[in-house]
């Protein structure tokens, strides 16, 4: 699977929009970008995935550049629930996942 | 959505004993389970993965003889502990692939303590 590369850290102001960027400069044609979060203690959360073209769900938002190797997962209303460690995964459908370090995103009042 | 439950949520043992930990797919059959490990301030560890029926593949450095897995049918996987020691001391995690979309979804992890 192709690796990728995130921030450590992000901040955010609660009721902003967060923005977490992800590079993926070796990614496969086939492998999908993943986004799961992980809230202290608890298991990874999924949130979205896309190959190309940018998706939308009632979480976030994925945005895709043309070239794919890099992505940006939207939250387009932060709340303080939304602290977490963010987790972009490309991978080839059905495959296991492999986790990097993740970003910590910490949102603010 | 899709649910994958744990148990237990927590547990103590002492040293030398065997913990069984027991991942469920409550809504979906799951074709592919993952079991993970994370020690503290450091992300998931991939362990092993498992498919219903067969032999569970493990990753370089994992010793199948300590952690054994079974996945008796398409809900149900677990994962042993056998011998523990404190080093095992750690979160563990499954994650099931639900067949028709692929995505993963993960428990909620056990935490496991050896004293």
């Known amino acids: 699977d192709a690796k990728t590369t995130q921030p450590t850290s992000m901040d955010c102001a609660e009721g902003r929009a967060a923005n977490l960027p992800c590079n993926h400069s070796?990614?496969?044609?086939?492998?999908?970008v993943y986004w799961y979060r992980q809230i202290h203690s608890q298991g990874p959360q999924y949130i979205i995935h896309?190959?190309?073209n940018n998706e939308t769900n009632e979480m976030a938002s994925l945005i895709i550049t043309e070239d794919r190797k890099s992505s940006t997962l939207i939250l387009p209303h932060a709340t303080l629930r939304d602290t977490a460690v963010y987790y972009c995964i490309v991978r080839v459908s059905n495959n296991d996942m492999r986790f990097g370090a993740g970003t910590r995103l910490t949102v603010k009042p | 959505g899709a649910v994958v439950s744990q148990h237990p949520s927590w547990v103590i043992c002492k040293s030398g004993t065997s913990v069984k930990i027991e991942c469920r797919s409550l809504d979906f059959q799951a074709t592919t389970m993952f079991w993970y490990r994370q020690f503290p301030k450091q992300s998931l560890m991939l362990m092993a993965t498992s498919n219903e029926g067969s032999k569970a593949t493990y990753e370089q450095g994992v010793e199948k003889d300590k952690f054994l897995i079974n996945h008796a049918s398409l809900t149900l996987s677990t994962l042993t502990v056998t011998s523990a020691h404190p080093e095992d001391s750690s979160f563990y995690i499954c994650s099931a692939n639900r067949a028709v979309q692929e995505t993963q979804y993960f428990g909620p992890g056990t935490r496991l303590l050896v004293l």
């Open positions: 896309g190959l190309k």
């Open positions: 070796t990614i496969s044609g086939n492998e999908y």
